[in-house]
């Protein structure tokens, strides 16, 4: 199963898939598409394509955008390139990903990791 952080910073997504390859171990794809082409802040729709097809190695693909356009910039992208077994997650951007990691590196299908992500949005901090 992959992992497709998609965010409007490229350090942020290169610092969460740190996280998730560490608790994913060497089982887990984890690809980001963060910030725009030109390095700056924002989405790229190449750059969001090029993870997905990456992350697909045909157990499925978790979708997970941080916020607003990113959000937008995934859907378009699964539009005009469908590919069956991704799923875009509407969960929190750094819980949601850890919890269908670490779901995921135990050999979950993908609709298990889709709801564990989901699921983080209920959890407590405090």
């Excluded at 700056?40 to 499925?60: C, M, N, Q, W």
């Excluded at 390139?81 to 299908?109: L, N, R, S, W, Y």
Aim: aromatic share 2%; net charge negative; glycine share 14%.
């Amino acid at each position: 199963m992959g992992i497709v952080l998609v965010s409007h910073s490229a350090e942020l997504a290169a610092g969460l898939r740190e996280l998730l390859l560490q608790v994913g171990g060497g089982s887990l794809a984890v690809e980001v598409a963060g910030g725009t082409g030109e390095g700056g802040i924002g989405t790229s729709y190449d750059l969001v394509r090029a993870a997905i097809e990456k992350a697909d190695g045909g157990a499925g693909v978790v979708v997970l955008p941080d916020l607003g356009s990113s959000v937008l910039t995934a859907r378009a992208v699964l539009d005009d390139h469908p590919v069956p077994d991704a799923v875009i997650v509407d969960a929190p951007f750094v819980e949601g990903a850890m919890a269908a990691a670490v779901i995921a590196a135990t050999g979950a299908d993908l609709a298990t990791a889709v709801a564990a992500a989901e699921e983080a949005r209920d959890v407590r901090k405090l």
